[in-house]
């Protein structure tokens, strides 16, 4: 990370995270990133940025194929959150929204719930387009634990059955 040495070069204090995509479809920065951020390398946090995945994660996508719902950012952005629409995404976005029923959250909880239980990550970018949104989203900060570990190791299954679904084809 050229950024860091750049800081230590000229005597400035290093960035104390970077900003990547991640989220429950694209997890790529756990074996990219993750390390090299390591506090025992250059101690640097993920602010993950998209973590619900365009909306995908909330289920709102479902079943594919369906028209997304008016306002949205699919409807906004088509072209940018395509990759979110794919039947790969689908798939996996239907076992997180029953693991979020199973576990009394939200889909939207569960995402945001997941971003908060990894060991790289101080703090969450919530996104939302109305205050009941937000004050859904928020919910995944309501119990002091962030995910049971039979919920993290249930997404860990669907995980492996859909890695990285978000990716291109």
Not at 10 to 30: D, I, M, W
Not at 79 to 100: D, G, L
Request: hydrophobic share 45%; proline share 8%.
């Amino acid at each position: 990370m050229r950024h860091c040495a750049a800081a230590d070069a000229a005597g400035l204090p290093r960035p104390a995270t970077v900003q990547n995509s991640y989220s429950l479809l694209h997890r790529t920065f756990e074996g990219d990133l993750a390390e090299v951020c390591a506090p025992h390398n250059l101690n640097l946090g993920l602010l993950p940025w998209i973590a619900l995945a365009g909306g995908a994660l909330t289920g709102k996508y479902l079943p594919h194929g369906a028209r997304p719902p008016p306002g949205c950012r699919l409807t906004l952005f088509p072209e940018r959150y395509a990759r979110f629409t794919t039947p790969r995404v689908a798939a996996a976005v239907s076992e997180y929204v029953k693991i979020a029923a199973e576990a009394g959250l939200t889909p939207a909880q569960l995402g945001y719930a997941w971003c908060r239980s990894r060991w790289f990550i101080p703090s969450v970018l919530v996104g939302a387009t109305s205050t009941a949104q937000l004050a859904e989203n928020l919910g995944a900060w309501a119990a002091e634990e962030a995910l049971p570990e039979a919920v993290i190791e249930r997404i860990e299954l669907v995980h492996a059955q859909h890695r990285n679904p978000a990716l291109y084809d």
